[in-house]
């Protein structure tokens, strides 16, 4: 690959990788509610490292840097919708979370006994 | 080239980190504080691959490796922990 491609592939990959954080950032300020700010906090985490990792394999590519950058991003990507998803059913239970901004609810009548979302809800310590 | 890509690249890197710490200090509730530092750790992931991919080098594949295993323990225990209701 010639110098000039070379460097051009490297800013245009590590640019990527900043403005995805910055999005992330700018996200995490603007937008209202958790499970919104949930949808900004997951594009670093797997589309920005994705970037700056092909970035890294394709300025040393050779079978031990690539073998460790699939393992980075594969145990990123398991990691990360198991934090998110955690995350928002958490929102979800203990109701951080604006209703009005929701479109459907198809957890909606969770607290009755044997309902879809019965097992999202935390009940009330017994008094 | 290279150098204005890296300086442009640090400016967005710090200001994404600055922006997460910031809804980490006011965040209204507990779960936006561990969704920032998610976004943080991510930051600091990514900003660690550009140095390495800027200078040509692979000397930071480990920590990369070890922040994308351990990153999420701190969000998961928090959210699964968490008690119930809280309005702070």
Known sequence: ?127 | MMQIVAIIAGLLFALGGLLAVYRIVRGPSVLDRVIASDVLVATVICALGAEMALNRHTDNLPVLLVLALFAVLGSLSVARFLPGRDST
């Open chain 1, 1 to 127: 690959m010639s110098d000039a491609v070379h460097d051009v592939l490297t800013a245009v990959l590590v640019l990527a990788g900043a403005l995805m954080c910055f999005a992330a950032g700018v996200g995490l300020l603007r937008f209202p509610d958790v499970f919104s700010r949930i949808h900004a906090s997951t594009k670093p985490q797997i589309f920005g490292l994705m970037a700056i990792t092909t970035d890294v394999a394709v300025n040393n590519f050779n079978v031990g840097t690539v073998t460790l950058i699939v393992a980075i991003v594969l145990f990123q990507a398991l990691t990360a919708p198991m934090a998110a998803h955690l995350v928002g059913r958490a929102a979800y239970g203990t109701e951080h979370l604006r209703p009005d901004l929701l479109i459907v609810d198809e957890l909606a009548g969770r607290g009755a006994p044997g309902s879809p979302g019965a097992a999202f809800v935390r009940q009330p310590p017994p008094d």
